[in-house]
């Protein structure tokens, strides 16, 4: 999808009222720490930025 479809997809749910679109962070550094002190929490950052042992899946992206 790209990011205007993904965009438009939230704005939808939230007008709804239904859900509330995932947290957004410009800074990978803040997404890992946030990630860390919760078990809940799923964070997609750049591999470049991974701590080896922490990483879970890599994901491929076609454009």
Same mark, same amino acid.
């Given at each position: 999808?790209? &990011?205007?479809?993904? /965009?438009?997809?939230?704005?939808? #749910?939230?007008?709804?009222?239904?859900? &509330?679109? $995932? &947290?957004?962070?410009?800074?990978? &550094? %803040?997404? @890992?720490?946030?990630? %860390? /002190? /919760?078990? +809940?929490?799923?964070?997609?950052?750049? /591999?470049?930025? @991974? $701590?080896?042992?922490?990483?879970?899946?890599? #994901? +491929? @992206?076609? %454009?």
């Amino acid at each position: 999808m790209s &990011l205007n479809t993904v /965009n438009a997809f939230w704005a939808r #749910l939230s007008v709804s009222g239904r859900v &509330l679109p $995932p &947290l957004t962070k410009s800074d990978s &550094l %803040e997404v @890992l720490t946030i990630v %860390e /002190n /919760n078990p +809940q929490a799923i964070g997609y950052v750049d /591999n470049a930025v @991974l $701590p080896a042992q922490k990483v879970i899946a890599v #994901l +491929q @992206l076609h %454009e």
